[in-house]
């Protein structure tokens, strides 16, 4: 068995957290392992060719020559931003947490080539950044837009998964220079003495803590944490942008520890986040760990769309205000939704909650897995809640089509990386036993107990656990029951255990013996879920959610190609389910009942008094949800999750 | 009398306008009057002042030294965009409406000195543009983001507004000067085949071939329109923009006369259709009269906020889709406000209908009003119809503050030329007589027949017209009644006169005798307006109104400084009325009946099941709504136009 956890997260033997990843957690059959074929198979494969085509690794090359390595006489670099170093690290990452699964001698021998290119254009004195080495301009001097840090934060996690795939140190030699070159530079009284715009390299500086035991490491992430939110960042205006979004975009207005919401762009507010948890677990802080918990809550309550993803606002990316969640608008990138999962995931390691899992969950059906195309190649930057019929023929609307690339390619590397690594995110093991946080069929152990895991989820909840290995003496298997489940059971060797759960598990505490089985039956019913009456941009609708899947309307999939801009939803009327196996990779799809409107008069003045002309729907038509994550895969048109009711009587639509 | 009209639009004989502006309209007292005397006190006076310290006036100076103006060692240009020369066109426009109406002889040299300068600035070949003057570039090189021809239009009005105002030539021939420099420079075949970024220069030449007969002119500006939507504005990335808005953004997708729904940034979108109106009133083209009118419904009916506001999203400032109307992140800009009531005003000299000028008059009170602080100093530039209590803590949120002045400073002096131009939009004269559009104290006429309006319109419905001079036999006098008003009555020197208003307006027709009163009775209790079942950012609420105001809920004005967004109305609760004379200058308050909702539970999960934990909101408590133009002058605070409806039993809150 395999006892060193080989995920992103491995907090140290000091560290406060209740609970660590486990040691053991392979993901074999059904819905996780069909999607992280696709992404070994598809996306991984077809990284480098991507890399190669917008120019990145070129860039690396380019560094490595002599004079591009003195910056006399740059050569070209390719590519729109700065951060385009960024895309291989993460690359990097994603291919060694997949080998760390499952060797591959091809993918292998494409690692060791980047990691050759990374480590031939890595500057004598340590410094790696190819924007700046091809002529972009003097080293450390743009913080604010230079996402320097944000690159040696990706370069560091790169280094640490290839270390924990492969055993080697060739890649974390190039990160040890790279953060001996930090540790020379950024200080109080040294050259730089402020942070990065965009937070990661807290993070990426703790694991390499953890990987190295090197203290230095830990005390610079805390520095970095400490140092923001002084407003060392004076101006957002910088070269390329002709506004200034303020320091909230980059959190540098108020101190994490003094911040009582979640601001600014979603993906630099949570990576911020993600590190300053890690860096409360590893020193114990008690003020830091009350702010990431605060700051976590205001997330989930106030910012949070119901399918996981955060960061309302088109403009600067950006967390909006407490209940602004647009679901047309909804800016919703990949991106902060792999940073949201990424902060909660270090925020159960840190309480044992099982409440971060459960975001973590919704989250990963829902807000994450919209943005990765089934075909393992298209992808989704913006993920809207709603998408009106002719916004597809917008040339430039982002969320309108799925996009084999992007300019700016943060996403998909991240898709990747977060595919790769999910086996990681499934159980932990705490001081009385095993934890199971998330369900797929799959083996998962620690601590001596080995289960076997056998489900359908998320189209079934009912999950086998069948104990393959035991530790001498009683130890627990905690199951979490997830809080959108109001009905579940428990049974061990075939007798139902009573009890409800407890903060959300179910636990079973023996002596476990070899061939015991647990077997938890997770109640899905479909059902209508309805928003906290301050959601203004949901008011008087409902939403289709069935187990973790929150559900969509597209509009090829109703009765004559209906809009489903053009219905409301009859809130009476049963919900039915249906197992399609050949639509959208197998899908279970929800049947409901919907009452088409009556069309727009053209032209019309499209208020009225209160009283007056109601809308009359009319007679009860058959419609098809699909689970939110397969929206886009097929011809455009219109798509959305709430639906307006029939016979709320004020602005939706009259039951008559 | 004064027989030549002086105002912005002045169609000529052989135009095919059923109405043309009155050729007197001057309003002498009640709101507007008092809203024109801080404009003329404050806002234009302080101009030249705002117009220094941003450096534009220093601009020009610059511009006018010689090696400014053969581009060997220019000096330094001040200011962020290639546009600033047009807040000097655009306030200096504004100084003429006003001079025109009101002689002032301080303002009068203010204006002189101003146009010696541009004078002085302009090149010998008749070029025109500081920003390239100064350093910035080719001319004529950067069509997509240069603004040139948007600032030339802009002096071209400014050029119009001297010669209605003054009778002087002296910024006129600079005008032609410019022109003629256009006409060598653009068309098939030139040195430039292609249109402008911002559309604004084809109203512009429509008006300076209204006001000197020359043909070349007008059909410059019919290639500017037609030239424009077959991409030849190839790519929105340019300097300083590191996105790509597509081509939608400058209207450069399709051509005007195909397109099927107003698209991209609003105030081109709008500058744009102004001069197509423009040029179908002067052509007679059938094809661009349906068109203009096809787009000017389509904006209506989906496109545009309770306030008259358009332009939905902050990116890229663009309409978005139909129905997208959020209230909390409108954008709103009140340049588009502006540019709406120009279109909309051409629209309503090209066709005669009253509709039209409806949209006018909810702009006028609302969209475009609130854009102007009551200190006649301060400024929005985006105008949301909601702000949530902490928006304001936001250093980066624009829709927070009232504003001295802006970087990109287009709003304030376009408030401060349609202000000054005001009574131009008043009424008209048509073939049969004379048409009030809008209701303000004032003398108006024109063909012989004059006559004085008396009223205290918003706050009061009554409007006495009596008549003052009278042509030789019968004309009619036409009143608009407001679409809004569903009870009006018209009484002939104290008769009431039977019928309905036809298509919009309620007509006198006889031979007038000076001493004739009409009075118009328009009722205008408040009232609850709803949206549409397709609008679904205001699902479930309802706004306040009153006569041509929209109501809002201001944080301060509530029992115990209740935040607007922690209550649903009461619908079935009565509305009063309340005068206030000392309150923003003097107000009729609404008031009404809300109910507050229980608090959040802290770090809640924000979803439910439907049908479970309805909220119960508490008993109920007094509101007080005041009218929305003149909200963001106190405090700041949370602020909402439209409010839940207590008692819609999903989402918003039970009436138990």
Redesign the interface.
């Known amino acids: 068995m395999n006892t060193a956890p080989s995920g992103p997260v491995r907090p140290t033997a000091g560290a406060v957290s209740p609970l660590r990843p486990a040691a053991l957690a392979r993901v074999e059959g059904g819905f996780w392992a069909e999607r992280r074929r696709v992404n070994a198979e598809v996306s991984l494969a077809e990284g480098p060719e991507r890399l190669e085509a917008a120019g990145n690794l070129a860039n690396l090359r380019a560094a490595a020559l002599p004079n591009g390595r003195d910056g006399a006489e740059p050569a070209h670099f390719a590519g ?2 700065q951060f385009q170093d960024s895309d291989v690290h993460k690359w990097l990452e994603a291919a060694c947490w997949q080998l760390a699964d499952s060797p591959d001698g091809e993918l292998a021998a494409e690692v060791e080539a980047v990691v050759g290119l990374i480590a031939a254009a890595q500057r004598e004195d340590g410094y790696l950044q190819t924007y700046y080495q091809l002529g972009g301009g003097e080293p450390w001097t743009e913080l604010g837009w230079g996402h320097e840090l944000y690159c040696a934060g990706h370069l560091i996690q790169a280094a640490v998964a290839h270390h924990r795939a492969t055993g080697s140190d060739r890649l974390l030699r190039v990160a040890g220079r790279l953060a001996d070159h930090l540790h020379s530079v950024f200080g109080p009284g040294r050259q730089v003495d402020t942070v990065c715009g965009h937070p990661e390299v807290e993070t990426a500086l703790v694991e390499l803590y953890r990987t190295t035991s090197d203290r230095r490491h830990l005390d610079l992430a805390r520095y970095f944490v400490d140092r923001r939110g002084h407003g060392s960042l004076s101006s ?1 205006a910088d070269r ?3 506004r ?6 980059w959190q540098d ?1 108020t101190p994490v520890r003094e911040a009582t ?1 979640v ?2 762009h979603a993906v630099r507010q949570l990576y911020l986040l993600a590190g300053a948890a890690d860096l409360a677990a590893e020193t114990g802080d008690p003020g830091l760990r009350a702010a990431v918990e605060r700051l976590w ?2 997330m ?3 910012k ?1 769309y ?1 399918t996981g993803a955060v960061g309302s ?4 990316e950006a967390f ?5 969640l ?4 909804a800016y919703a990138e990949t991106c902060a939704a792999i940073a949201s999962i990424h902060f909660s995931w270090r925020m159960a390691l840190l309480t044992g909650e099982a409440r971060y899992s459960d975001l973590i969950e919704r989250t990963l059906f829902n807000g994450f897995l919209a943005g990765a195309g089934l075909d393992g190649r298209t992808w989704l930057y913006v993920n809207p809640l ?1 998408r ?1 019929a ?2 597809h023929e ?4 982002q969320s309108a089509h799925r996009t084999p690339w992007f300019r700016c390619a943060c996403c998909p590397p991240n898709v990747m990386r977060l595919l790769a690594s999910l086996p990681h995110y499934m159980a932990t093991t705490g001081a009385d036993g095993l934890y199971l946080h998330q369900y797929a069929t799959g083996v998962y152990g620690g601590d001596g107990l080995t289960v076997r895991v056998v489900t359908d989820y998320p189209w079934d909840g009912t999950v086998t656990v069948t104990v393959e290995e035991t530790p001498a003496g009683p130890k627990s298997l905690a199951l979490r029951v997830p ?1 959108w489940c109001t009905r579940s059971t428990l049974a061990l060797n075939g007798t139902v255990l009573d009890g409800p759960p407890e903060s959300g598990w179910l636990r079973v505490t023996r002596a476990f013996a070899p061939g015991d089985t647990v077997r938890l039956a997770l109640a899905m019913p479909p ?17 289709i959610e069935r187990g973790p899947l929150v559900y969509c309307l597209e509009q090829t999939d109703q009765p004559g190609g209906l809009d489903p ?2 219905l ?1 939803l009859d ?1 009476a009327a049963p919900l039915t389910v249906d197992s399609r196996p050949h639509l959208l990779g197998g899908v279970v799809t929800v049947g409901a009942t919907g009452r088409p ?1 009556t069309p ?1 008069e ?9 009283g007056t002309g109601e ?1 009359r729907p009319g007679a009860g038509v058959g419609l098809t949800a699909v689970p939110y994550y397969a929206w886009a895969n097929r011809e455009a048109g219109a798509m959305r999750v ?1 639906l ?2 029939a ?7 009259d039951d008559q």
């Open positions: 729109d931003f957002g390329g942008h002709d200034d979004p303020g320091p909230e975009y207005h919401e601001a600014g809550r205001d989930a309550a106030t949070t119901l606002r088109h403009d600067w909006g205000d407490a209940h602004e647009p679901a047309d608008r709603h009106r002719r916004s917008r040339p430039g609307d809080a059902r209508l879920t309805v928003a906290g009456p301050r959601v203004d941009a949901v008011r008087g609708c409902a939403a801009d053009d409301a809130p409107l727009d053209p032209g019309a003045w499209p208020y009225r008094p209160l809308p709430w307006p009711l016979g709320s009587g004020t602005g939706a639509a």
